[in-house]
T-cell receptor, first 117, second 109 residues
């Protein structure tokens, strides 16, 4: 149980274009989903917290107009990187906290490798 | 501010050589401590949650323990497939998790 998927698993795009990454909870519902960014040999950096039906909460220093997050249902959240630049190249990982969970456990997707050329 | 510090940053062991990873935390009111395993190029995999000092949990060759200031992840007779980065995290605020920097564990055959 508690499986989270991400699509695509990797993507290459040209500078200036936009890329959408999907995060789905497959066998549970999630009121809250999280988006992280990870650089090589570094830990996870939380970008934003996404709540179903409401605006995402972004961490300090994360540009909300560049990283658009939509959480339209209890099983789907999307991250759109707008006007991507090479410095946006990174490993993006989502996670979800089950709706009926009484704990803070998060279950992670497999990640999406974004390369901007 | 809540902080999580893991040590060592990297650990290289021979197959069968037992050891421990450390996670020190400073939080106001612990609401759980989480251990994850992350393989290269993949998302973290949930391992354990610990809630109170003295609590222990086991899974195969891994055992996690918790005190009031730190948690240990003991690995007994490790195998090469145990090689990964191990992350610990604590809740912060209403929903977020604060992660340590991780320990990169390498088990040589």
């Amino acid at each position: 149980g508690a499986v989270v998927s991400q699509h695509p698993s990797w993507v290459i795009c040209k500078s200036g274009t936009s890329v959408k990454i999907e995060c789905r909870s497959l066998d549970f519902q999630a009121t809250t989903m999280f988006w992280y960014r990870q650089f090589p040999k570094q830990s996870l950096m939380l970008m934003a917290t996404s709540n179903e039906g409401s605006k995402a909460t972004y961490e300090q220093g994360v540009e909300k107009d560049k990283f658009l997050i939509n959480h339209a249902s209890l099983t789907l959240s999307t991250l759109t990187v707008t006007s991507a630049h090479p410095e946006d190249s990174s490993f993006y990982i989502c996670s979800a906290n089950p709706l009926d969970s009484r704990t803070y456990e998060q279950y992670f997707g497999p990640g999406t490798r974004l390369t901007v050329t | 501010e809540d902080q999580v510090t893991q040590s060592p940053e990297a650990l290289r062991l021979q197959e069968g050589e037992s050891s421990s990873l450390n996670c020190s935390y400073t939080v106001s009111g612990l609401r759980g401590l989480f251990w994850y395993r992350q393989d290269p190029g993949k998302g973290p995999e949930f391992l354990f949650t610990l809630y109170s000092a003295g609590e222990e949990k086991e899974k195969e060759r891994l055992k996690a323990t918790l005190t009031k200031k730190e948690s240990f992840l003991h690995i007994t007779a490790p195998k090469p497939e145990d090689s990964a980065t191990y992350l610990c995290a604590v809740p912060q605020g209403a929903q977020k998790l604060v992660f340590g920097q991780g320990t990169r564990l390498t088990i040589n055959p």
